[in-house]
């Protein structure tokens, strides 16, 4: 009897180790794809802190990022001008202050887009001609459009500010007043 006793003791402690094994994996939501989902953007940008400048940009992703182009106007004269990706598709403040910090999904400091550790959104400073215009040719490294991954710019701001970017002073570069803002918004 004592054997039968040790047999039915070990069946069930085996019984019992076996319905305290780990439950099966919860589902999870699929992977959020780290690639351009949409085809185009755009971005019309509006006037902010009373300045007269305004332009429409059209977003493209490309093999290394987005491409950036168009025409932006209202500037002074060989004006040197900080642009930005940031963080919030809000202008609704009068100086956009809105749309937040620059667009910064990796925690990098501010700098230089063609050199070092900078923010996603940090771009190179744009150059107006004699009549205050710039035509747009930026490609912005390291983004996506469209498809909701962190680095994802479709939904965001593009910011234009009054004074050229230092590329050192943190958190922003020195860039000054925001005297345009736009909606980064998939057209497809």
């Known amino acids: 009897m004592r054997s039968s006793h040790v047999i039915l003791a070990a069946a069930v402690l085996f019984g019992v180790a076996a319905c305290g094994t780990t439950p099966p994996p919860r589902p999870t939501a699929p992977p959020v794809p780290m690639v ?3 085809k185009m953007a755009e971005a019309n940008l509006s006037s902010a802190s009373a300045s007269l400048v305004s332009g429409r940009l059209a977003l493209v992703p490309d093999a290394r990022g987005v491409h950036i182009t168009g025409v932006i106007g209202g500037l002074q004269p060989m004006q040197t001008a900080a642009f930005h990706v940031h963080e919030r598709g809000d202008c609704s403040a ?4 809105s749309a937040g910090p620059h667009f910064n999904p990796t925690a990098q400091p501010h700098g230089r887009n063609s050199a070092g550790p ?3 959104g940090d771009m190179d400073n744009l150059r107006a001609d004699a ?3 710039v035509n747009v040719d930026v490609r912005l490294p390291a983004v996506t ?3 909701g991954a962190a ?3 479709a939904g965001r701001a593009l910011v234009v500010h009054a004074n050229a970017d230092d590329y050192r002073s943190q958190p922003a570069g020195n860039a000054g007043a925001r005297i345009a803002c736009g ?3 998939v057209v497809r």
């Open 151 to 153: 680095t994802d710019i």
């Open 36 to 38: 351009s989902t949409a």
């Open 183 to 185: 909606l980064i918004r």
């Open 145 to 147: 459009l469209g498809g």
């Open 131 to 133: 009549q205050g215009r």
């Open 94 to 97: 009068v100086d956009a202050s």
């Open 118 to 120: 900078h923010h996603a």
